[in-house]
């Protein structure tokens, strides 16, 4: 496991190592958030959400 940093799919604040405080596995990728109030938020919407996070290549 390896912990890279990432952006949160809901609000997209960017999280360096360790910075994330909730994560959640949907379809097979590992989506982390800044709170547990947006991991919640993912969850009320997760297409939406993964489908964002995988289409952004910037
Ligand atoms: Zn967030």
């Known amino acids: 496991m390896n912990s890279k ?3 949160d799919p809901v609000c997209g604040m960017k999280l360096g ?3 994330a405080k909730d ?3 949907y379809e097979g990728r ?3 958030f800044c ?3 947006c991991r919640a938020e ?5 297409e ?3 489908e964002r996070a995988q ?3 910037e």
């Open 35 to 37: 709170s547990v109030g």
């Open 55 to 57: 289409s952004k290549t």
């Open 48 to 50: 939406d959400y993964a």
């Open 23 to 25: 994560f959640l596995l």
């Open 5 to 7: 940093p990432t952006t």
């Open 42 to 46: 993912f969850e009320r919407h997760p």
């Open 30 to 32: 590992e989506y982390y």
């Open 17 to 19: 190592e360790g910075a």
